[in-house]
């Protein structure tokens, strides 16, 4: 049975819009790093976007395809507290599979320690402004996020564009 978690997905937006333009002021000498020694401190709700059609109650685990390198099997399952960054992850994991579905962004739970993202935290922004973490542990769906906001066509095009050059030139490693 799924479980709709957000009654006002327009209030949760202005919330998450406030909060990674926040995450985003911050520069890398403010940020404390988050390690699976040192994460409980870092409190949800927590999302996960996907293409994949889930549950209340499902677990993400690890050793599935990556949806962003073919052939590859991810050691972590990621997650964000930001619905923005969930949306891209749900976009991004659609459409470079070939779907025009819309994905996923569900609410989930860590049932492990976790650890800042490093493909994205000092790499590619200071600190972890969009607030991307990863866990070799289950995540648990509690629930779907039933309202968001996908980015624009021509945002997502660009982004696809961008991992396009970054394979082609080599550089679409994923630190896993």
């Not at 940020?31 to 996907?50: D, L, S």
């Not at 991004?92 to 996923?104: F, V």
Request: hydrophobic residues 35%; negative net charge.
């Amino acid at each position: 049975m799924r479980q709709s978690v957000l009654a006002d997905a327009g209030a949760e937006r202005l919330t998450t819009m406030s909060e990674e333009k926040t995450a985003m002021d911050l520069n890398s000498d403010s940020h404390v790093a988050v390690t699976y020694e040192r994460c409980a401190h870092i409190g949800g709700p927590f999302y996960h976007g996907t293409k994949a059609t889930l549950e209340a109650g499902d677990e993400l685990i690890p050793g599935h395809g990556s949806n962003f390198q073919a052939g590859r099997v991810s050691n972590n399952i990621y997650f964000t507290a930001l619905v923005d960054t969930a949306a891209w992850g749900a976009e991004l994991a659609t459409a470079l599979a070939g779907s025009d579905e819309r994905g996923h962004i569900y609410v989930v739970e860590p049932l492990g320690p976790f650890e800042d993202d490093p493909n994205v935290t000092d790499k590619r922004f200071p600190g972890n402004p969009t607030r991307s973490y990863r866990t070799r542990h289950p995540l648990r769906v509690v629930g779907e996020v039933d309202s968001w906001e996908g980015h624009a066509p021509e945002a997502l095009k660009g982004m696809l564009d961008n991992l396009e050059v970054l394979r082609a030139q080599g550089r679409d490693v994923i630190e896993d």
